[in-house]
């Protein structure tokens, strides 16, 4: 069992940028990712990190949004930057036991066996 912390989450004007932190109860090689939930939206992909530090992110964020990982503190990062109003979400950090050469599998919350309870981040305008 893998427990996630999500922290950083806040509220912030439309073009500034904010850090989250997914603290991570063990280290783990599989990959880690993050999503976010929109009030009466689907959850959407964000951002993922394998175990060699290679990353996928969907083209809504790509260029704005960073994923990172440091195994020595079992800690994800996003950085987040010119953050727009419907960045407005409940972002949450996921785990999984996996590994695939298909990348469609890193964007499928299905794939991820361990959730954070999220943090919100709410953007302005």
């Known amino acids: 069992q893998v427990q996630l912390t999500e922290s950083g989450g806040g509220l912030v004007q439309a073009g500034g940028s904010l850090r989250l932190i997914c603290a991570a109860s063990?280290?783990?090689?599989?990959?880690m990712a993050w999503f976010r939930q929109a009030p009466r939206q689907e959850r959407e992909f964000i951002a993922a990190?394998?175990?060699?530090?290679?990353?996928y992110y969907p083209t809504s964020v790509e260029g704005r949004f960073t994923i990172s990982r440091d195994n020595a503190q079992n800690t994800v990062y996003l950085h987040m930057s010119s953050l727009k109003p419907e960045d407005t979400a409940v972002y949450y950090c996921?785990?999984?036991?996996?590994?695939?050469?298909?990348?469609?599998?890193?964007?499928?919350?299905?794939?991820?066996?361990?959730w954070g309870r999220g943090t919100q981040v709410t953007v302005s305008s």
């Open positions: 996921a785990q999984g036991d996996f590994s695939s050469s298909d990348s469609h599998t890193y964007s499928w919350d299905s794939s991820y066996a361990y």
């Open positions: 063990r280290h783990t090689f599989g990959p």
């Open positions: 990190i394998r175990w060699d530090d290679h990353t």
